[in-house]
C-alpha cells in the first residue's frame, strides 16, 4: 500500500509535466517524482520476488506508470521491473543536475546518485554501484570518532546525513515512531516497554576496544531511569526528548562502504 500510493503520486505529477521541459522548476519536480517512483519499484522488486541475480525472468509486481508510458497491469518480470526503477533514477539524476534543494528531505541529485549505487549493488554492476557511490558522498563528510560516539543516529544536521526528514511536532509519531522501537532509553517500545533492540555476543565481543562502535551498546545489566537494560542493549539511537529523532535515510558512511565492497567485488582489492 505505501510504495503504490507513493507511485500514484508520482504518476500524477509527471502526467502533469513535459518531460521535454526547459523550465528548471518543472525539471525539479518531475525528477523527484520519478525518483521516488524508482526507488518504490527498486524496493516493491526485493520485497516480492528473490533478488535480480538469480531470478531475472521471474514474476513480480505490476508496473503501474503514466498516461504516456506502457504500464504492465498483470506481475512483470523482476528484470522489467528493475529496468523501470533503473531507467527513472537514470532520467531523474540528469533533470536535477541544477536542482538546489531547500532541506535534505528533498531529493536532489546525489541522493538519486546514492539510490543508483544500490540498486547497481543488487544487481552485482560493481563500477556503477562504485561510480555513483563515490558521486552521493562528495561534499559530506565522516563523522570524526567523538561523534561516532556521542551522536544519536537521529539528526538531519549530523554531517554524515544525505538525506533525512527533520520531525517537528507536528510530523512526530510519538510511540510509533522509529526511536520508540529502537532507542533502549525511550519511554517506547524498544525501551521501557521491553522490546530492548542488542547486539550479538559474537559480533560485541569480535569488536575491538579501539573501535569507536564498541562503545555504542552496553557491556553489561544497565539501571536507566525506571527501568533495567540487559547486556548488549544499543545506545546507538539514544533518546530524543518528546520523540523528536529524525529520520536518516542516507549517510556518507553507506556511500564509502558501497565503494568499497563494489571495488572487492570488482576485483580491485
Keep these: 500500500n505505501f510504495f503504490y500510493t507513493v507511485i500514484k503520486s508520482s504518476n500524477d505529477m509527471i502526467n502533469q509535466i513535459d518531460p521535454a521541459t ?3 522548476t518543472l525539471k525539479a519536480y518531475l525528477g523527484q517524482a520519478l525518483a ?3 526507488v518504490s519499484y527498486f524496493y516493491l522488486a526485493q520485497f516480492f520476488q528473490h533478488t535480480y541475480a538469480t531470478s531475472q525472468n521471474m514474476p513480480c509486481v505490476p508496473l503501474y506508470l503514466s498516461n504516456s ?3 504492465i497491469y498483470s506481475r512483470a518480470t523482476v528484470k522489467q521491473v528493475f529496468d523501470r526503477a533503473e531507467l527513472d533514477l537514470c532520467n531523474a539524476e540528469t533533470l536535477l543536475a541544477n536542482f538546489k534543494r531547500a532541506s535534505k528531505s528533498e531529493i536532489d541529485q546525489q541522493v538519486v546518485q546514492g539510490l543508483l549505487s544500490r540498486l547497481y549493488l543488487v544487481k552485482r554492476e560493481w563500477a556503477k554501484a562504485a561510480e555513483k557511490a563515490k558521486a552521493a558522498r562528495q561534499g559530506y563528510n565522516l563523522m570524526t570518532v567523538q561523534q561516532v ?3 544519536d543516529y537521529q539528526d538531519v544536521t549530523n554531517p554524515e546525513v544525505i538525506w533525512g526528514v527533520d520531525v517537528t511536532t507536528s510530523t512526530c509519531r510519538v510511540y510509533a515512531s522509529f526511536q520508540s522501537w ?3 532509553q525511550s519511554v517506547g517500545y524498544g525501551g521501557e516497554v521491553g522490546a530492548v533492540k542488542k547486539i550479538d555476543q559474537n559480533l560485541y565481543d569480535n569488536i575491538p576496544v579501539t573501535d569507536a562502535r564498541k562503545y555504542l551498546y552496553y ?3 544497565t539501571k536507566y531511569s525506571g527501568w ?4 548488549l542493549a544499543n545506545q546507538k539511537f539514544k533518546y530524543v526528548a518528546e520523540f523528536l529523532g529524525d529520520y536518516v535515510y ?3 558512511a553507506e556511500m564509502y562502504l558501497t565503494e568499497d565492497e563494489a571495488r572487492v567485488m570488482d576485483g580491485k582489492t
Excluded: C, D, I
Excluded at 228 to 231: F, G, K, V
Design 219 to 221: 557491556a553489561e545489566e
Design 69 to 71: 508510458e506502457e504500464s
Design 149 to 151: 560516539v556521542e551522536s
Design 182 to 184: 529502537m532507542s533502549a
Design 36 to 38: 521516488f517512483r524508482g
Design 22 to 24: 526547459e523550465n528548471e
Design 250 to 252: 542516507m549517510r556518507a
Design 228 to 231: 533495567t537494560l540487559p547486556a
